[in-house]
């Protein structure tokens, strides 16, 4: 059933994956009250280079509303991810915040045009806003080694008047509140595609999202820790651009499919433009819903995730795939037929997604969960059931039919079926970090 089906073969496509290199590196835990106020700053870049190259333009900083992460979690201690940016207090040099992510610029990266041309994209990254001047530092991990390397280094003078203001001209709209802003996890769902008359359709697609959201554990069971919000701002135009078809419709964030020449890849070069947009509410998750009922979507770890609202299929089931990506890179656990050897997931290294195994860091994930006497690799005995199923190492994953392993036979990031327990306790694990 494959793969087609899924919609972010490309999410993955680019990244090439390493054990992480930090574990030498001691960071200290920041205060909040010492170093930050209650306020989001925002650093935009531009993201340029080719396939092998990339280097980093500073645009400009931005003062938004209130922070919407935790006063606690300023380190994020998940090694997942191909980017990283570190927040320092230049006058004592100690990291304050630090967060990793992926981009879209990470999967243009492996395509031809990459090879053959040059381009930059709109990148941005969001942080509680520091009290005194500091530094932000972008590391990308070195395409061979997997290791961090610093990319980027700019001071930021907290009192220059060059600092934007924010300005919220769209309205928020509460479509779940689970908690308060500081201990939860912030979602929000932006329109793309939805004019002013559609302003119903798009609430309605939104509580389909998040009804589509909590019916799937670990996220039932964390209602109250899990804040929804949409932020109403309506297109020119209805609908989604669709190059292959040279239909192109004037919509709020640009989304369109053929990213990267795959037609069901809907994304938007625009990013930016959604950061805009999205801090009309306090969040720490973007998702969009596209107003069309045409198959696709993306999702990108902590950068966003993407799906089609319109009622086709199992649109529920494909935002919550979407979603596992966008909001702690889980990897796709299918296979493409045929498929045997990947940039992605090259031989000898182990994958950063907590749901993918290559046995080099198999005991950094869920080696200690499998019971004495499974076997590893673990076969499917023919027609058992999932009640007789057990945590092991399925082969077959991250588009690859051999030598990368799985912990259950199914799974939301498999075939759209119920979390598999090794996802389930990732998730888990991360709403903690998130939500302390
Ligand atoms: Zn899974």
Same mark, same amino acid.
């Given at each position: 059933m494959q793969n087609k089906f899924f919609l972010s073969i490309v999410t993955s496509l680019a990244l090439i994956y390493g %054990?992480?290199? +930090?574990?030498q590196e001691t960071v200290s835990k920041p205060l909040f009250d010492d170093y930050f106020k209650n306020n989001t700053m925002r650093f935009d870049f531009h993201h340029a280079g080719n396939s092998t190259d990339e280097r980093y333009y500073f645009d400009r900083v931005i003062r938004e509303g209130e922070?919407?992460?935790?006063?606690?979690?300023?380190?994020?201690? =998940?090694?997942?991810?191909e980017q990283q940016f570190r927040i320092i207090? *230049?006058? %004592?040099? %100690?990291?304050?915040y630090k967060n990793n992510y992926c981009t879209l610029f990470n999967e243009w990266q492996t395509t031809q045009e990459a090879i053959l041309t040059e381009r930059s994209f709109p990148e941005s990254v969001i942080f509680p806003e520091p009290k005194s001047d500091f530094t932000i530092e972008f590391h990308a991990r070195n395409k061979s080694s997997k290791e961090w390397e610093k990319k980027y280094t700019q001071k930021i003078k907290?009192?220059?008047?060059?600092?934007h203001p924010c300005k919220k001209q769209y309205e928020s709209i509460d479509i779940?509140?689970?908690?308060n802003i500081a201990n939860s996890l912030d979602i929000v769902l932006l329109p793309d595609? =939805? %004019?002013? #008359?559609e302003k119903d359709k798009f609430i309605a697609s939104c509580h389909m999202w998040s009804d589509a959201l909590f019916s799937y554990a670990p996220f039932t069971q964390n209602r109250r820790r899990i804040n929804i919000r949409a932020v109403w701002a309506p297109s020119v135009e209805s609908g989604i651009s669709i190059p292959g078809q040279n239909d192109w419709k004037e919509t709020l964030l640009g989304t369109r499919f053929y990213t990267f020449g795959s037609e069901r890849y809907q994304m938007t070069e625009e990013f930016q433009k959604v950061r805009d947009i999205a801090a009309n509410a306090p969040y720490e998750s973007i998702f969009i819903l596209t107003n069309t009922d045409k198959y696709g979507g993306g999702g990108i770890y902590n950068f966003y995730g993407l799906g089609s609202?319109?009622? *086709?299929?199992r649109t529920g089931e494909v935002y919550v795939h979407e979603f596992g990506h966008s909001l702690m890179g889980l990897g796709d656990e299918y296979i493409e037929i045929? +498929?045997?050897?990947s940039a992605l997931y090259p031989e000898g290294k182990e994958p950063w #997604?907590? +749901?993918? *195994?290559? =046995?080099? +860091?198999f005991n950094g994930k869920w080696e200690n969960r499998i019971e004495e006497g499974? @076997?590893?690799?673990t076969v499917i005995t023919p027609g058992s059931t999932e009640k007789e199923w057990k945590i092991g190492a399925y082969e077959g994953g991250g588009y690859l039919e051999k030598g990368i392993y799985r912990g259950? @036979? #199914?799974c939301m990031m498999k075939a759209l079926t119920d979390f598999c327990p090794i996802c389930q306790e990732a998730i888990s694990r991360y709403l903690e970090y998130i939500c302390e």
């Open positions: %054990t992480g290199a +930090n574990a922070w919407a992460g935790s006063a606690k979690s300023l380190i994020n201690p =998940f090694d997942y991810g207090d *230049t006058a %004592t040099g %100690t990291i304050i907290i009192a220059d008047y060059n600092i779940h509140i689970g908690g595609g =939805f %004019t002013a #008359e609202a319109g009622k *086709t299929g045929g +498929n045997t050897v #997604e907590a +749901n993918l *195994t290559r =046995f080099v +860091n499974t @076997p590893v690799p259950w @036979p #199914e």
